[in-house]
Each structure stands twice: as structure tokens, then as C-alpha cells.
């Protein structure tokens, strides 16, 4: 049995967390435009962009490696602009027994925030926390508020 854990992080995001939300819900097909240096590409393996049950390849690039990503998009909820993936196939699963990747989006003051939660367990005891996805996460979340800059 591996280790189990979870890691939380929130950025503020400047462009509008309704934007954030929509575009991964609708549009994650965008983010090779947005960030190509770490999203080279999102296909629609199964369903439809938007809707619980619908499975997305992602190719990305993570620590200057090459990677792949199968997600099943597992929960929706449009009050607190959430999206629950669960990782099916990948080289995340190389690692991971189980690994799902939840955001959602908090307003404060004013202020929205997006927040990264990585649920996961690791395949065996030894294995390492994903410490270094909370950067790239964060990284992308940043870049997408850059490209909308002054767009809303």
C-alpha cells in the first residue's frame, strides 16, 4: 500500500474566475495557444468538452520532459465553478495509484481565487509527493490570466 496525501494551493487569478472555469469546461482545447510551452495539446478522447463522464487526452511538458495525461472528467459543479479529473492512463500513473486533480473558484473581498487540490496514492511507501506539480499548476493558471489581461 502506498503513501496518501493532499496538496492544496490557491493563486489569485485577475481575469475572472467565471473566464477560468468556462475555459476549462468548454474549451481546454486552448491552452496550447495559451501556454504551448506546457500544454502542447488536449484532444476529446470520449464525450463531449464540458460534461461529467467525458475522458480528455492532454501532451504536456513537465519538468522538461515530454508527457501525456487520460482524464476523466468525474465531477461538476457550476456553483463553485468546480471540476473534479480523475488521471486514468499516463506517466502520472507511473507513480500514483490514484490521482485526481480538483479545482475550484473562491471569491473573497472581491478577489477570485483558484485553488488546486491534488488528492492522490502513491504505488508503493517510498514513493514521492507530486510536490512540483503545485508550481506548474499555479504557473498555468497564471499564464491563462496573462493572455486574458484586459480581454474581460
Given amino acids: 500500500m502506498g ?14 474566475g467565471d ?13 496550447a495557444v495559451i501556454t504551448p510551452e506546457k500544454v502542447q495539446g488536449c484532444d476529446l ?13 492532454w501532451r504536456y511538458t ?12 468525474q465531477a461538476i459543479d457550476e456553483e463553485k465553478r468546480m471540476i473534479k479529473f480523475k488521471v486514468l492512463e499516463g506517466d502520472v500513473m507511473e507513480e500514483y495509484k490514484e490521482f485526481l486533480v480538483t479545482f475550484h473558484i473562491e ?3 472581491g478577489i ?20 512540483s506539480l503545485l508550481p506548474y499548476f499555479i504557473a498555468i493558471t497564471k499564464d491563462i490570466e496573462n493572455h486574458h489581461a484586459g480581454k474581460n
Avoid at 503513501?3 to 475572472?16: C, I, P, R
Avoid at 485553488?115 to 510536490?131: K, Q, S
Fill in 62 to 73: 513537465h519538468d522538461g520532459k515530454a508527457k501525456t495525461a487520460k482524464e476523466l472528467i
Fill in 112 to 131: 477570485d481565487l483558484v485553488t488546486w487540490t491534488f488528492e492522490y496514492e502513491t504505488l508503493n511507501d517510498d514513493g514521492e509527493h507530486p510536490i
Fill in 3 to 16: 503513501l496518501s496525501g493532499k496538496l492544496v494551493a490557491a493563486v489569485e487569478f485577475k481575469a475572472g
Fill in 107 to 109: 471569491t473573497k473581498g
Fill in 45 to 57: 478522447h470520449e464525450g463531449e468538452y464540458g460534461k461529467v463522464g467525458s475522458i480528455i487526452n
Fill in 19 to 31: 473566464l477560468f472555469h468556462e475555459l476549462f469546461r468548454y474549451k481546454p482545447d486552448q491552452f
